[in-house]
């Protein structure tokens, strides 16, 4: 049975916690922060659980991770 290649761009934005959970980063801290209130810029540093409805076609490009 052949290797799953790994989706390397997927690779470099998600990773999986302890619990076998996958991690992602928040989006819109990118540009226009000006607008973005301290308070919203703050929280989207954290990092955050993908949803249930993602998980399993991440499970698909990301099987060894």
């Known amino acids: 049975m052949p290797k799953i290649k790994t989706s390397r761009a997927a690779a470099k934005r998600f990773r999986k ?3 076998g959970k996958i991690v992602r980063n ?12 301290q308070k919203r810029k703050r929280n989207l540093r954290k990092s955050t659980i993908l949803d249930a ?3 399993k076609s991440m499970k698909k490009i990301l099987p060894y991770v």
């Open 17 to 19: 916690t302890g619990t």
């Open 26 to 37: 928040k989006a819109y801290k990118s540009h226009i922060l000006t607008k973005k209130s």
């Open 53 to 55: 409805t993602n998980v």
